[in-house]
């Protein structure tokens, strides 16, 4: 990668990386401009937003392992944004099930989440990227310091909710879900394999 390219991808990376963020939420507001949200508009919403809101928390954790693999570490600068979109997604995901499922229904969605175990995994995974998303300016990652670290760690957990949910959530075709289960087991193997070696690493020198 030349300098001059590196320094391209610097000036319009995040840009085009909010725009191209965005085009999720514009294709479902022309399907509802459209009308074409199908015989279910309400289940069709759940399930593309909720589908975009695992792929933004898997994007967000290949951040780390690209940018590893491939040397560039300019990758790092997009992993607050795709984090934040993966919770706004998440939020769009909750807010349709809120608002056109349960019509604010409160009692009707807590006796949900305490039922039906998807709901439960998926409820659970939205209360704890709330702390992330709110934690997520230069401010609070200052103000915190290494326990900023410790806490946006929650992500490990918040995805695999986010799998599971989904998995829970599907009755007869679970090829989709099981895609984004391998893709996680990926993404985690990936980082305890890293681990393991930076340990091994710092062990030796110590011996040496």
């Given at each position: 990668?030349?300098?001059?390219?590196?320094?391209?991808?610097?000036?319009?990376?995040?840009?085009?990386?909010?725009s191209?963020?965005l085009?999720?939420?514009?294709w479902?507001?022309?399907?509802?401009?459209?009308?074409?949200?199908?015989?279910?508009?309400?289940?069709t919403?759940s399930?593309?937003?909720?589908?975009?809101s695992?792929?933004?928390?898997?994007l967000?954790?290949a951040?780390?392992?690209?940018?590893?693999?491939?040397?560039?570490?300019?990758?790092?600068?997009?992993?607050?944004?795709?984090?934040?979109?993966?919770?706004?997604?998440?939020?769009?995901?909750?807010?349709v099930?809120?608002?056109?499922?349960?019509?604010?229904?409160?009692?009707?969605?807590?006796?949900d989440?305490?039922?039906?175990?998807?709901?439960?995994?998926?409820?659970?995974a939205?209360?704890?990227?709330?702390?992330?998303?709110?934690?997520?300016?230069?401010?609070?990652?200052?103000?915190?310091?290494?326990?900023?670290?410790?806490?946006?760690r929650?992500?490990?957990?918040?995805?695999?909710?986010?799998?599971?949910?989904?998995?829970?959530?599907?009755?007869?075709?679970?090829?989709?879900?099981?895609?984004y289960a391998?893709?996680?087991?990926?993404?985690?193997?990936?980082?305890?394999?890293?681990?393991?070696?930076?340990?091994?690493?710092?062990?030796?020198?110590?011996?040496?």
């Amino acid at each position: 990668m030349t300098p001059q390219f590196t320094r391209l991808l610097q000036r319009i990376g995040k840009p085009l990386v909010f725009s191209a963020s965005l085009l999720p939420l514009a294709w479902l507001f022309w399907l509802v401009w459209s009308d074409q949200l199908g015989a279910n508009p309400v289940e069709t919403l759940s399930h593309r937003t909720g589908d975009w809101s695992l792929r933004f928390l898997l994007l967000t954790l290949a951040v780390t392992p690209v940018r590893r693999l491939t040397g560039w570490n300019g990758l790092q600068r997009f992993r607050r944004m795709l984090g934040l979109f993966a919770f706004f997604y998440v939020s769009l995901h909750f807010s349709v099930y809120l608002i056109f499922d349960q019509f604010f229904d409160l009692s009707t969605i807590i006796a949900d989440v305490a039922k039906r175990p998807y709901i439960t995994v998926g409820f659970t995974a939205f209360v704890l990227l709330i702390p992330l998303a709110v934690t997520s300016t230069n401010r609070m990652i200052k103000r915190l310091g290494r326990n900023w670290q410790r806490l946006h760690r929650l992500v490990y957990l918040i995805a695999i909710l986010g799998v599971l949910h989904y998995l829970w959530l599907v009755k007869a075709d679970l090829r989709e879900p099981l895609m984004y289960a391998g893709i996680l087991a990926v993404l985690l193997g990936y980082r305890l394999w890293w681990r393991m070696r930076v340990t091994d690493k710092n062990r030796h020198c110590r011996v040496s």
